[in-house]
Nanobody, 124 residues
Framework: QVQLVESGGGLVQAGGSLRLSCAVS????????MGWFRQAPGKEREFVAS????????YYADSVKGRFAISRDNAKSTVYLHMNSLKPEDTAVYYC?????????????????WGQGTQVTVSS
């Protein structure tokens, strides 16, 4: 059974930074493309960033490009989302997801496994 557990969320002031982590267990992490999505109250879940299973391809939503960075550590079966220059509009529940054998699609329906989410709140 594949499990994804996010951590690292919290309350931060605008302009601050956070690093989210997502630890994966019960599967072959090195074969998964990994993605981060977020969902704000009253809004649909949206793509934030993804990384291929090889780790050499990364993709970002325009709204976070230049501020967020996704990385992975296959030895630790963990994917990270480094968030800098945070804005109040980044406030949301952040979810990590695993795509088996994929390249890191932006479509959340293509992901096979999901974490429970971690809250990020950015105050102005």
């Amino acid at each position: 059974q594949v499990q994804l557990v996010e951590s690292g969320g919290g309350l931060v002031q605008a302009g601050g930074s956070l690093r989210l982590s997502c630890a994966v267990s019960g599967g072959t992490f090195s074969r998964y493309a990994m993605g981060w999505f977020r969902q704000a109250p009253g809004k649909e879940r949206e793509f934030v960033a993804s990384i291929s299973w090889t780790g050499d391809k990364t993709y970002y939503a325009d709204s976070v490009k230049g501020r967020f960075a996704i990385s992975r550590d296959n030895a630790k079966s963990t994917v990270y989302l480094h968030m800098n220059s945070l804005k109040p509009e980044d406030t949301a529940v952040y979810y990590c997801a695993a795509e088996v054998g994929g390249w890191g699609t932006r479509a959340y329906a293509d992901y096979d496994y999901w974490g429970q989410g971690t809250q990020v709140t950015v105050s102005s």
